[in-house]
């Protein structure tokens, strides 16, 4: 499966952007899709995930109220909104990809299979 992030760029505090995420070679429809993000020096972290089901969305506290996961399985697409950045929001973000997998560990990168390039997202104060 490959996965290409886009839609990362330069904001001010308060904006948005919206990320998209292309995948082809798999069965889209079997997979959970998610982002994650690395800022420097810092641990790659969890931010939200969309079951393959469609079934449910999982958030990090800190993209809840803000972040919305979305996908388009005719199209194979997943998106991230993000509303009200913050410079903490700062980082690059990957798109995530795993066949399926227990509920328990949706919000854990060791078990996503597939990774995207990543996209870089800076909020400016």
């Known amino acids: 499966v490959q996965l290409r992030a886009s839609g990362g760029g330069l904001v001010q505090t308060g904006g948005s952007l919206r990320l998209s995420c292309a995948t082809s070679g798999g069965s889209f429809r079997r997979y959970d899709m998610g982002w994650f993000r690395q800022a420097p020096g810092k641990e790659r972290e969890f931010v939200a995930s969309i079951r393959y089901s469609s079934s449910g969305t999982y958030y990090d506290d800190s993209a809840k109220g803000r972040f919305t996961v979305s996908r388009d399985n005719a199209k194979a697409m997943v998106y991230l909104q993000m509303n009200d950045l913050k410079p903490e929001d700062s980082a690059v973000y990957y798109c995530?990809?795993?066949?399926?997998?227990?509920?328990?560990?949706?919000?854990?990168?060791?078990?996503?299979?597939?990774w995207g390039q990543g996209t870089q997202v800076t909020v400016s104060s």
């Open positions: 995530v990809a795993r066949a399926g997998g227990i509920l328990s560990t949706i919000r854990q990168k060791e078990f996503y299979n597939y």
